[in-house]
């Protein structure tokens, strides 16, 4: 048996997947507007409109101020670091 019979069988229908416009969801944070050679006498008509998406990895520097106790018996405590966070200098 097909499997789009086997699903229909089993009382299951495919639904088709539709996806949202994805340059309705961008946010342009910079524009740039090229000039072209254009010959003397060319009639300017508009623009042509391309968005580019680029992913930027930034450096985080956090400064972690761990508590520090002495307890009454001489014994140093330190809060710890959050989880997932190792070494640092």
Request: no cysteine; hydrophobic share 40%.
């Amino acid at each position: 048996m097909p499997i789009e019979h086997i699903h229909t069988y089993l009382g299951k229908k495919r639904r088709k997947r539709t996806r949202g416009a994805v340059k309705s969801k961008l946010e342009v944070t910079r524009e740039v507007t090229l000039k072209a050679e254009a010959p003397a006498g060319a009639r300017f008509k508009g623009y042509e409109e391309v968005l580019v998406q680029d992913l930027r990895i930034v450096v985080e520097v956090v400064r972690y101020r761990r508590e520090r106790w002495q307890t009454a018996d001489g014994k140093r405590l330190v809060a710890p670091l959050p989880a997932g966070i190792m070494g640092g200098f």
